[in-house]
């Protein structure tokens, strides 16, 4: 099965999880943009669904699907949120930002009663880490120094788009670090998140409910309490 198949086999099992009516959150990436799709499909067939996206991205594929928005400013009562990832790891804590959304990814995430992740299975790992770069966003002033201080964790590149560094939505710059395989995310994210001039970071941890996972053998519910269950079986 290719990426894309097993994407939209994941943003499929996500759309027959959603509530009869109610407020979605909205991810950002490849794996989420299947997943608005559906949503614009079910609001085409009468649903009642409001949503709240994490990007300006997802916020004109939902803009152009009709699907009702709320707007950037917030306070939402977020039914559910379902957005992709880049890692996640046996424990279910994952590496976001591979799109640079991950500051208001983890804002919507933290305000939604529940939080879905769908991937392809070429995003499992053992350890956060293992496979890919911890996206860090940062603020513009100062950012070679903040950089100097990310790089005692590993190696620190600024992200670009073309010939410029990339801007995320919030208009800050974001920094991959190479950690490698991370032992305890949860302390990496502190001390990160201690450094002046870091914004947020791409650690997630303990903030998939539900991580919905397609491939070749298949699509599977793998729930937070380590039940596992094919899509479909309640
Ligand atoms: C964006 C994200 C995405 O969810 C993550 O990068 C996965 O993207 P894709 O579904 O395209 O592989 O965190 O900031």
Known sequence: ???DAAKRLAAQAAADLMPEEGVIGLGTGTTTRFFINEVGRLVGEGR?????PTSRRSRELATSL????????GPWSIDVCVDGADEVSTELD??????GAQT????????SRQNVIIVDESKLSRRLGEKRAVPVEVVVFGHRATAAALSRFGDASLRFAADDPFVT???NYIYDVETGPISDPVELEEEFRHLPGVIETGLFC???DVVIVAGAGGVELWH???????????
């Open 169 to 171: 939505d919030s208009g």
């Open 66 to 73: 009709h699907i009702p928005l709320l707007d950037d400013s």
């Open 48 to 52: 009642k669904f409001s949503a709240v």
């Open 206 to 208: 303990g903030r998939a």
């Open 104 to 111: 208001r990814e983890k804002i919507v995430n933290r305000h």
């Open 1 to 3: 099965m290719d990426a």
């Open 224 to 234: 937070r309490d380590g039940r596992r269950m094919p899509a479909g079986a309640r």
């Open 94 to 99: 994952l590496i976001k930002g591979g799109g």
